[in-house]
């Protein structure tokens, strides 16, 4: 079911299988790029660089006077939006994104826009997909994702784009 | 004789899959980064509160190694001078969610000189071993790893398998032991530790977090050791640690999880012939 690496081929929609496993090496619609490539588009000003890695999740059984400090170190410029690439069909999710999405490129489909997360991972597949499903024309996925930078730069500690929690806890609520 | 006298386990709490960095080129992301130094601080007051660490190599001293071949099995050295009056040790990962990877305590029976583990490290972090000296003074020594993405990655096996046997405890001694001597053993307690982070191959859910909470070791009526662990320790960990053999001695480990699950198993000390 994982498939092997350079074997998987690209779902038709959404990928709602395990989160973490091989990913294929293409994405119809969007550009595939590596660390050289990221960085190139990455310094261009008005690219998004969008982060859709999960945030960290404390373990219910943890004793309560056991520090939990989570942290999340990212590409320097990145917008977190932890959980954003959700294989969900879920309308309210979808809307979510949509909005979010909308805001962050101030509605400009021309906007360039690069999804990461971690290698072997299929969020950020999933949310350049949506985002081709979208409209966006110029879509990128960074599949070598933090880790593939963190190789050859600097990482920065950031926090969740404010709003994104609220915006989708309310979308679960619907 | 304690050259080799280890205390090993994993630590981890994060989520990625497995990567390492090994040949790198030269940036400025390393120990004495200005925002890890602050998150050293945030994690010391919260911690230590008002008290603070302050660097000595005579004391205590830590390796981690940078070429490992496995970021979930990073070896880690830790060293501390067993004439120092060394009452615990904390071996803290500075950007893991649960930074307070193992926290030993050390009782009458424990010869804490060198203690190895294998770590396991998420992304490029600040490492740090803090000996807690009886009288609250706190000595730290600092490393700052380069390897990554050993948190989520899956044991290789099915949550079914890697729950097998669970609660198994082993030890390895060496062949004699003479009381008042110092002696190295090797404790290895079969627990899959899972942290919660990581997938289950087959049914592609998250496994829920089981991890062992706490290990302590006596010999006879003497405390060699309490570790206090969290979802950092690794699966199946593997303990190496000193003790100094008492008279008429019996090791006794004692493993309590997270599921209030409790496993206990006694072992005699080989004694010298002559």
Redesign the interface.
Known sequence: ??GSPGQVPEPDGLWQ?????ETPNSLKGATVVDTDAFTALRNRAQTVVLDV??A????????KD??????H?SIPGAVWLPGAGSGSADPAFEAAFKTEMERLTAHDRDQPIVAFC????WGSWNAAKRLVNLGYRHVYWYPEG???W????????IEEEPGWETTIHAARQE | MMEGGLIGTGLCACASLLMIGISLPAHADDSSDPAREARWIEIEKTIFGSRTATPDETIVSLDASERAEDAALVPIAIKLNVKAPVKGLYVVVDDNPAPIAAHYIFGPAAYPEAIKMRGRVNSYTNMHAVAELQDGTLVEAVRFVKASGGCSAPMGMSDEEAMQGIGDIRLKLAENTVPGKPAEATLMVRHPNFNGMQMDQDTHGYTPARYIQTIRVTDGDALVFTLSGDISLASNPVIGFGLIPQPAGQLTVMVDDSEKAHWERSFALPTATN
Do not use: I, K, Y
């Open positions: 079911m994982a299988g395990p989160m973490r496993s890695a999960p960290d999740e404390r373990p219910a059984s943890m004793p056991m520090p939990w400090m989570p942290l170190r971690h290698p072997q991972c933090f880790e593939g963190q190789n050859q730069h600097d990482t920065l500690v």
